[in-house]
């Protein structure tokens, strides 16, 4: 159960209330329902705040590739699918390749519990505020990481409602960041980022610790998080988090 490589069987009402908190957290600018499926409408460079996602992992129908595709066209936009990698949707996967689309970014999503999080570092834990402070924003757009993409991050996750930031602090320079945020009864976590001469310290421990810690406090007790399946580093971290695998999804667009 707690393998990466074998994912969980979730239930139905968790996929849709995951499905739910992410556009939630990555507050795109608008989002739309159709036929079972959530439409994330957004210009930016966040993936998660511009693709559409089933709010099921059943049988898919086909057909819906067109109608997502004209929902997008109308907006302006180029159409972006999630779609996971499941069995039961391979007649969507070959749907999509029919029309030109390609899969690319492998991405996991995770499970697992605050009280779990909270027990992979001691205190002192990191510092929670809510709102990012220039200190958080300056090092999510500093030294290892794309400015242009941090700065879309920072934005879409600013606005979301009722999110925490945590920071760890070197003296008096930020080292460590991430984000939860808290919808749909589940609390999520984004932003994990470590200044790259500060990494291999458990600061990123530290930042999840007291993220789970704040999430107890709101009472969430249900976690999730999405990174990429080639992330060894990362899928370490939150493995000894006590997260596992929910499902796996990739991204699909036209070539």
């Known amino acids: 159960m707690n393998a990466?490589?074998?994912?969980?069987?979730?239930?139905?009402?968790?996929?849709?209330?995951?499905?739910?908190?992410?556009?939630?957290?990555?507050?795109?600018?608008?989002?739309?329902?159709?036929?079972?499926?959530?439409?994330?409408?957004?210009?930016?460079?966040?993936?998660?705040?511009?693709?559409?996602?089933?709010?099921?992992?059943?049988?898919?129908?086909?057909?819906?590739?067109?109608?997502?595709?004209?929902?997008?066209?109308?907006?302006?936009?180029?159409?972006l699918f999630r779609i996971p990698t499941l069995d039961c949707a391979e007649g969507l996967r070959c749907e999509l390749r029919l029309r030109g689309y390609s899969s690319e970014r492998s991405t996991l999503v995770l499970v697992g519990t605050a009280s779990a999080m909270r027990a992979i570092s001691a205190d002192p834990l990191a510092e929670i505020a809510t709102a990012p402070d220039a200190a958080w924003v300056a090092l999510f757009l500093g030294e290892g990481f794309h400015a242009v993409d941090g700065a879309d991050r920072v934005a879409r996750l600013s606005h979301a409602r009722y999110s925490l930031y945590a920071s760890v602090r070197d003296t008096e320079k930020t080292v460590a960041v991430g984000v939860a945020a808290f919808s749909h009864d589940w609390?999520?976590?984004?932003?994990?980022?470590?200044?790259?001469?500060?990494?291999?310290?458990?600061?990123?421990?530290?930042?999840?610790a007291g993220l789970a810690e704040a999430a107890t406090a709101r009472g969430f007790e249900q976690c999730f998080l999405q990174v990429e399946a080639g992330n060894a580093a990362a899928l370490a971290l939150y493995r000894r988090a006590g997260f596992a695998t929910a499902w796996c999804y990739e991204y699909w667009r036209r070539a």
Not at 199 to 205: F, K, N, S, V
């Open 187 to 208: 609390a999520s976590v984004h932003g994990m980022r470590t200044t790259p001469a500060f990494r291999g310290r458990g600061l990123a421990g530290k930042v999840l």
């Open 4 to 79: 990466f490589g074998s994912p969980l069987a979730v239930r139905c009402h968790d996929v849709e209330a995951i499905e739910r908190a992410t556009a939630s957290a990555v507050s795109p600018d608008a989002v739309e329902e159709l036929d079972g499926w959530l439409l994330a409408f957004d210009s930016g460079s966040v993936n998660r705040a511009k693709s559409a996602a089933p709010l099921q992992h059943a049988a898919f129908d086909g057909a819906m590739v067109g109608k997502i595709e004209a929902r997008y066209a109308a907006r302006g936009l180029t159409p």
